[in-house]
């Protein structure tokens, strides 16, 4: 067997300025991150958040006769810093939209909604909106929708240059400044920045009004509506860094020392040529405090450059951090962060300060050991997510991200891919401070559709801006480790598949020479075109085989890419609602969901024995298996960690039929983010030094009394005895490419299951499960009691229904009202049944196998006490009180 090693090293990240928050490493701990809303510390440019007092409006027809067609012209030149090629030219004459009254700043918008960014229209639903189909959510996303809100820009910015920074918008955005049309991006997932420094009224009133527009099938699954992420006003001195302009490498990395090469961008927008100093020190950043050290870890030979008028300017330097603390994925390793803090100044004033937070470490990509970070191997431990927060929909909060991510962690999870678009950045900077590695995504389809208006009809005109944008935005995140540039593309298996990937590839590395790409492939095989241009292999489905096949594809591309990294990038799609059982159970350790096989069809429901996948898919057993079969795999991302919104597969269907669902299956964690049982079999295969034992199913079934009830148990012991009403139903030991524990002959009498799990012949874990009597009350939780009053930060409150021992009732359905009291507000409610069509905002929402869920968030200002009720008919309620401040 050959071995060959490929090494890249790497990097840090590099948004502008963002306060980096508390470190967690901690598992399970409920935490609070400091979120980056403020003005930025730094001398010399200001970023100001832009989120608060929108008013807006939705149109299900078009109110102004605009489309990207005809607005297309001036909106290509946005992407003028993003192209090789020649600059787009705007037309000469008045831009187009001037006589639309949203624009004008004499237009009454009192009657319009008043909102704070980020915001994502659909969100509050209803659900079955017309045109919607369940691949998309059921939610109302289609439409113009316009924003507009006053900029007040004082006289002492005379001089300045001035930015409209937009970290995403679903889609089409095009933005006016008082009238005028300035700019704009297509691509919704895409961040983007509008040079605002002609347009705007220095000393007064400026009318910032913004065009989004979603057509009804631009999806496959929820893209979400409106400006879902921040956005924020830069001001800075004619002479400053670029946008994105600053490139960290760490080409050469050893626990005594470290070379960090930095490039930083200068732009001069002066009228003269400008001779600026660019002084660059590193320090450590706290991961307590969020803060730069005190202490300067090394320096940068400072440079003086002349930037010519109107022009940019690059300077590189080079040099040396000694006994580096490394960044590298929890728990093994410590994401320790650094900052790179550039000062720009002339004759002495300063004219801009430049903060990148980075990391140093090095990567290594081996196609027989796979991943390596700072020389030792780590294992793949994957999620791919979508980017929606469930109820909350795609409105960016970094304490519901958070959570996503914790819990994640907490079930041993230490990667994730960003299926598949660009993300939020702050997502990249919890990434890069709790220890996760990602595998940045950007784009679904290339030139052959996947939906009549999916980013196909961009591709040819967008693809180099929105990638040079993203690779740029992107690469000083140590937690990066690979680019995906597709998936499952229409072309994967066709030469143009493989002629696409070559020109994205160049693109690629012209912007990033330090890491490797790739795209998803489920059915391209090895020797095509696309396989045959990726630096690593990313098979989604097809590596363990499809379905019930078990010829998977893995030895084949290993031995057509021996020096390939393979891992699967998508695997699984097991299928599962929470805590419902149907029998008969099937035998074998994957099966394709249908009637009679893991279905309840009138409850819209799927077995959570998580066995039960669609055709091109597989059980986790199955999955795990192949991959030990195969040790050269670097690992999995499983579809997917949390439920998403829309794609409701098996209970898919086109938009006007009824019957269908509004949320995927798909997540081992289910949309309300209670845990499915599949959470225990991922955690104890990836810890498998925790002691985890976890029984299912509940063991309350009265009809099913003197009936085969199948036990299975989830463990990351070697052997397990199970006891039914205290008489032992059989010891076990797991076999070979095993990842159960399977009683299937146990008839069902009320009572009581005890799993007692062994670990080379010791005791390591138990876990019971008890008949459960009659609902009679509701038993609260918050995971988190104290949240700042910020109007941003959230607590999540769990109502169970119970018995009168206090045990959840595991097939309660109880409509349950939620109430609060106190300076905070129910944002949302929800159970995690993906066919639950109550809108999110409802203040009643039925239990789903015993649980809901309300998202509390604190007044912007709250200090004092939230107190949230629950109330249900015949039981008693429940109350937590929460403290803001
Ligand atoms: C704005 O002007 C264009 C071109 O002159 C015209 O087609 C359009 O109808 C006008 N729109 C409004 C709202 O007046
Ligand atoms: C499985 O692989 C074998 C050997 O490569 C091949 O002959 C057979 O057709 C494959 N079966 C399926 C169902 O793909
Ligand atoms: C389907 O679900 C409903 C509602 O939870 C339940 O009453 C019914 O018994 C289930 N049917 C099967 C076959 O599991
Ligand atoms: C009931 O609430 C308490 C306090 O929040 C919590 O510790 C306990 O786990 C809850 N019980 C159930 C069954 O949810």
Redesign the pocket.
């Known amino acids: 067997m050959s071995v060959s090693v490929q090494t890249r090293s790497l990097l840090g990240h590099c948004t502008a300025v963002l306060f980096m928050l508390l470190l967690n490493t901690l598992l399970v701990e409920a935490h609070t991150i400091q979120l980056p809303r403020a003005t930025a510390r730094s001398k010399g440019r200001e970023r100001i958040s832009l989120n608060e007092g929108w008013k807006f409006s939705r149109f299900t027809f078009n109110p102004d006769s605009l489309s990207y067609s005809t607005l297309k012209p001036w909106i290509l030149p946005s992407a003028n810093d993003f192209i090789k090629g020649p600059e787009h030219q705007p037309p000469s004459g008045t831009p187009p939209g001037r006589n639309v009254t949203y624009v004008q700043a004499s237009f009454d918008d009192s009657s319009w909604e008043g909102l704070n960014l980020p915001h994502d229209w659909a969100i509050k639903g209803p659900f079955n909106a017309p045109g919607i189909s369940g691949g998309m959510g059921r939610l109302p996303t289609n439409g113009v929708g316009w924003y507009r809100r006053k900029v007040t820009v004082a006289p002492e910015d005379k001089g300045k240059s001035i930015f409209l920074d937009i970290d995403g918008a679903m889609s089409y955005s095009a933005v006016w400044v008082n009238g005028r049309l300035v700019g704009g991006w297509p691509y919704g997932y895409a961040s983007f920045r509008l040079d605002l420094t002609q347009h705007l009224k220095v000393g007064g009133d400026n009318m910032l009004a913004i065009r989004l527009d979603n057509a009804a099938d631009n999806s496959r699954w929820y893209p979400g509506a409106g400006i879902y992420r921040n956005v924020w006003l830069i001001k800075t001195s004619p002479a400053h860094v670029t946008q994105y302009g600053t490139f960290i490498t760490t080409p050469d990395v050893s626990d005594g020392s470290a070379t960090v090469n930095l490039a930083v961008e200068v732009q001069n927008d002066a009228s003269s040529d400008q001779a600026v100093k660019v002084e660059t020190e590193i320090r450590v950043l706290d991961g307590a405090t969020g803060q730069p050290g005190t202490d300067v870890v090394a320096k940068f030979s400072p440079a003086t450059i002349r930037v010519p008028a109107g022009q940019k300017k690059s300077v590189s330097s080079s040099t040396r951090v000694k006994n580096p603390r490394l960044w590298g994925p929890a728990p093994a390793q410590t994401p320790n962060m650094y900052v790179a803090m550039t000062t720009l100044s002339a004759k002495g004033t300063i004219l801009d300060t430049y903060e990148t937070p980075f990391g140093i470490r090095s990567v290594s990509y081996d196609g027989n050991k796979g991943v390596s970070i700072n020389g030792k191997p780590v294992r793949i431990w994957g999620t791919c997510n979508h980017g929606d927060h469930g109820a909350l929909g795609v409105a960016f909060n970094t304490r519901a991200a958070e959570r996503q991510l914790s819990m994640l962690q907490e079930m041993g999870s230490n990667s994730f891919r960003t299926s598949h678009n660009p993300p939020t950045p702050e997502l990249l900077d919890l990434a890069d401070r709790m220890g996760f590695m990602v595998v940045d995504e950007i784009f679904d389809a290339w030139n052959v559709a996947k939906t009549s208006h999916d980013f196909s009809s961009l591709f040819p005109d967008w693809h180099e801006p929105d990638l040079r944008a993203f690779i740029r935005r992107d690469r000083n995140h140590p937690s990066i480790i690979a680019w995906s540039f597709g998936n499952e593309l229409g072309e994967q298996s066709a030469a143009a598949g493989g002629a696409t990937a070559q020109s994205l590839r160049v693109i690629l590395l012209s912007e990033d020479p330090t890491r490797p790409t790739t795209a998803a492939m489920n059915v391209a095989g090895p020797g095509t075109a696309l396989a045959s241009a990726l630096d690593i292999i990313s098979l989604n489905y097809q590596g363990e085989g499809h379905g019930t096949s078990t010829n998977g594809s893995f030895a084949a591309f290993h031995a057509a890419y021996p020096d390939k990294v393979i891992w699967s990038s998508e695997s699984a799609s097991t299928v599962s609602t929470r805590g419902?059982?149907?029998?008969p159970v099937t035998s074998a350790n994957s099966a394709i969901v249908g009637p009679g096989s893991g279905l309840?069809e009138?409850?819209l429901?799927v077995s959570a024995y998580e066995l039960y996948h669609p055709s091109w898919a597989s059980s986790p057993d199955k999955v795990f298996a192949a991959h030990d079969r195969n040790p050269y795999v670097a690992g999995e991302f499983v579809w997917t960690g949390w439920d998403y919104l829309g794609e409701p597969t098996p209970y898919d269907s086109p938009a006007g039929v009824s019957g269908g669902a509004r949320s995927s299956y798909f997540g081992i964690i289910d949309l309300a983010g209670f845990r499915k049982d599949r959470f225990y079999l991922y955690q104890a295969r990836w810890r498998p030094e925790l002691p985890v034992a976890h029984i299912l199913p509940h063991w309350t079934w009265p009809e099913r009394v003197g009936l085969e009830t199948p036990v299975h148990v989830f463990s990351s012991g070697d052997e397990a005895e199970l006891f039914v009403n205290g008489n032992s139903a059989g010891r076990v030991k797991r076999g070979q490419y095993e990842y159960r524990f399977r009683w299937n002959k146990v008839v069902y009498q009320p009572g009581e299951v005890k799993v007692v799990a062994y670990k080379g012949g010791k005791e390591w874990a138990v876990d019971v499960k008890r008949t459960v009597g009659e609902a009679k009350g509701l038993n609260m939780t918050a995971d988190r009691t104290t949240i700042r009053g910020d109007g941003d930060d959230l607590s999540f409150v769990t109502v169970a229904v119970v018995d009168e021992n206090g045990d959840t009732v595991p097939?309660a359905?109880n409509a349950i009202t939620f109430s609060v009291s106190g300076p905070g507000q129910i944002v949302a409610t929800d159970n995690g049944d993906p066919a639950d069509m109550t809108a999110f905002p409802s203040l009643t929402r039925k239990a789903f196998s015993g649980l809901s869920l309300a998202v509390v968030r604190a007044d912007k200002g709250a200090s004092g006490d939230i107190t949230v009720s629950a109330s249900a008919s015949g039981l008693k309620g429940a109350r937590v009180t929460l403290k803001a401040r």
């Open positions: 419902t059982y149907v029998f309840n009138s409850a429901q097939r359905s």
